[in-house]
């Protein structure tokens, strides 16, 4: 089975590494600008881990994080917070609005297909 990974970042140059690195690890690649786009294409589609930014225009992370989490069918879906936020307090409120990881960027796409290969399990 294949895997669906839904990116969410503003940075196009991210979701190009993303899309390259996550593609040819086999999985397949859902992609949107920020976390209203994101929501809009987790509501139309099956996904089965996230990765998302923190800062981001329109919906920033945290803001996606808590709608996906609010709306009680996403309860167990991974999301895993990909940025370059380092700070403490980013991190719990990524982990208090509900994310499952945090990675930080660049990121090592090896490691990376690691853990979305872990939380999905």
Known sequence: MTLRVL???DSRTILAMLHHTLSNAGFEVLQAEDGRQGLDVLMSQDVDVVITDINMPVMDGIEFIKNVRASG???SLPILILTTETSQDKRDQG???GGTGWIVKPFDPD???SVIQR???
Do not use: E, F, N, S
């Open 7 to 9: 990116t969410v970042d």
């Open 73 to 75: 069918q996403y309860q």
């Open 95 to 97: 982990k208090a609005a």
């Open 111 to 113: 490691k990376l297909i």
């Open 119 to 121: 939380v999905v399990h």
